[in-house]
């Protein structure tokens, strides 16, 4: 099989260039310090931002997959390879015990990845990242994939989480960190006290939530975006964000960008790169 190429139009001029390796070339993992650890997102999203649509019979929300695609996939793959922490939280846990989502905590387990394991170990990185579960509610199942992968896990909560689930959580011997003063994890809180442990880099894999508060909090390092060309309309959707107005917390300016002519379906897709502006 061809290797796929893809053309980077930014930084100009623009160049044919091999997809594989193109994130890795960011250096996303030396970025960061346990002073200032690097945190980084990334999302799918259709022309018109949709990342999720609602099912009004179930209320359940599903991933469009004619979204994504290999290429795209790879690209995640990378941006993974390159974290010793993963941020994620209770709801994907909850999808991915009832069949919803599929697996994605672990390094170099399917074929489209199998060579970012060895690159994390020429990498000076551990085999697996770490693990962060976000929740309010502590209601959530571990999936078996992180013990028999050897991860640490914590978890992170607000301080009006139940404490008799703190506690439990506890007395099984994990880490629960106190990120928020109500129910919710605040951004700023959560990267401070995962600096203080030692992490560097920092990979959200958590939505629009986490997404909001590392960007009013001004924690957020950098956004991957690869965008669909398709419109999805509908009633029921998911964004990127939502809540109270971003202002000047949600300005970005983009640092590269990737053309990706053929996938998915013919229609093609951008690959994005941006960084918040900080400062008013």
Known sequence: MMAARIIRFH??????VALEGTYLAHKVHALGSAAYPFVYGSFVSSLDGRIALRDPRTGTSH?????????????????????????????YLRDLAAGRLDDVLQIGTRDAGRDLARWRAENGLPAQPAVVIASASLDFPFPESLARSGQRVLIATGREAPPEKVAALRARGLTVIVAGQGAWVEGGVLVRELGALG????????????????LRDGVLSRL???????????????????????????????????YDAGEPDGTGQWFAQFEPLRGA
């Open 224 to 258: 991957y975006m690869t965008i669909t060309h398709r419109l999805y309309g509908g009633e029921d959707i998911h964004t990127m964000v939502s809540g109270p107005e971003l202002k000047g917390a949600g300005r970005l300016r983009m640092r590269s960008l990737y």
């Open 63 to 91: 991933f469009p997959l004619d979204l994504t695609s290999e290429n795209d996939f790879r690209l995640f793959l990378e941006l993974q390879a390159q974290a010793d922490c993963l941020i994620t939280h209770g709801g």
């Open 11 to 16: 930084p100009g001029p623009p160049e044919d």
């Open 199 to 214: 992490f560097r880099s920092l990979y959200l894999l958590a939505g629009p939530r986490m997404l909001e508060t590392m």
